[in-house]
């Protein structure tokens, strides 16, 4: 059973930049694809950007030039970049696989302030 562990979120300022972590207890290179969601309040979970084990890497239209999806596969871990964070990022951030075929971890608090 794959387990899947984030972490890094926080408390930022509108305009801040913070760096999330998930550790995959697998290879991820054997995962074709990995992505991060995120869920809002009263919101449905939304897939976010994703990571293709050719190194392509795709965005939401919410977060295109702002955030980057990234990979160690030495580490198994999968980050996500957050930069010029705006009120509308607040959420739980959750990483899984691209379809989320993988139990769903805890996820990571984001909350961006005015």
């Known amino acids: 059973q794959v387990q899947l562990v984030e972490s890094g979120g926080g408390l930022v300022e509108a305009g801040g930049s913070l760096r999330l972590s998930c550790v995959v207890s697998?290879?991820?290179?054997?995962?074709?694809?990995m992505g991060w969601y995120r869920q809002a309040p009263g919101q449905q979970r939304e897939l976010i950007a994703r990571?293709?084990?050719?190194?392509?890497?795709h965005y939401a239209d919410s977060v295109k030039g702002r955030f980057t999806i990234s990979k160690d596969n030495a580490k198994n871990t999968i980050y996500l970049q957050m930069n010029n964070l705006k009120p509308d990022d607040t959420a739980v951030y959750y990483c899984?696989?691209?379809?989320?075929?993988?139990?769903w971890g805890q996820g990571t608090q984001v909350t961006v302030s005015l």
């Open positions: 990571s293709l084990s050719d190194l392509r890497t």
């Open positions: 697998r290879n991820i290179r054997k995962i074709i694809t």
């Open positions: 899984n696989g691209y379809p989320a075929i993988y139990t």
